[in-house]
C-alpha cells in the first residue's frame, strides 16, 4: 500500500476503530499490529484483558477451557478500556471485542461514546483445517491454546457465538 493510500486510509478512519475477527490462529494479532504500525494506532483484545491479572480467576478458568467470558463480565471488564485517557486522539485496532452475539450493540455504543466508532469490520476467512495446522505449527503458550479438545470448543464457541456478531456489525458499518 503506498503512502496517498494510506494518508486517505487515515482521513476517513481518524479516531475510529477497526474490529477484527477470525478463527483462532488466523492471524488477529499479527495483522492488528501491522495495521496498528500503519495508522499509529493502539490495539486492544478483549481475550487478553481477560487472560491478564485484571481478568478474575474464574473467568481466565472458563476462556481457559475454550469459552467465552459471559457477556455481562465481559462488558464491565472490556468496555471501560475504550474509553482509557492513552487512547484519546488515536484509532483502535480492537482483535474479536465483542465476540458473543449480543455484546454488539454494547462494544458498539461504548466504542462511538469513546470517541472511537467503529469504522470497519475485518474477518478473516480460513478454515478449522486451516486454522488447525496453523495451531499445530505455532508455540502454545496459552492455557485455552493448549489442548486440542480446547481448540475444538473454540471453533464451536465461534460458529455459534461469534459468527452472528459479524454480520451484524458489518451490516451495522454499512
Known amino acids: ?3 496517498s493510500e494510506i494518508n486517505k486510509i487515515s482521513q ?7 474490529n477484527i475477527f477470525g478463527l483462532p490462529f488466523s492471524g488477529k494479532d499479527t495483522h492488528a499490529a501491522e495495521i496498528q504500525k500503519l495508522f499509529n494506532a493502539s ?15 474464574h473467568i481466565q478458568d472458563h476462556i481457559g477451557k475454550g469459552n467465552l467470558a459471559p457477556t ?4 464491565e471488564i472490556v468496555l471501560p478500556f475504550l474509553a ?6 488515536k484509532p483502535l485496532i480492537l482483535s474479536s471485542v465483542g465476540r458473543w ?8 455504543k461504548a466504542a462511538k461514546e469513546s470517541g472511537h466508532p467503529i469504522k470497519a469490520v475485518i474477518y478473516l476467512s480460513i478454515n478449522e483445517t ?7 505449527l505455532a508455540e502454545r503458550g496459552r492455557e485455552d491454546d493448549a489442548a486440542e479438545h480446547v481448540l475444538k470448543n473454540r471453533f464451536n464457541e465461534f460458529r455459534q457465538k461469534t459468527l452472528p456478531v459479524i454480520i451484524i456489525s458489518v451490516l451495522d458499518c454499512l
Not at 455481562?72 to 462488558?75: A, G, I, K, P, T
Open 12 to 18: 476517513w478512519l481518524q479516531t475510529g476503530s477497526i
Open 101 to 108: 452475539h449480543g455484546e454488539e450493540q454494547s462494544v458498539m
Open 130 to 136: 486451516e486454522s488447525k495446522r496453523r495451531w499445530k
Open 43 to 57: 490495539v486492544i483484545s478483549g481475550g487478553d484483558i481477560l487472560r491478564s491479572s485484571i481478568g478474575p480467576k
Open 72 to 75: 455481562d463480565e465481559y462488558l
Open 84 to 89: 482509557r485517557q492513552e487512547y484519546n486522539g
Open 1 to 3: 500500500m503506498d503512502v
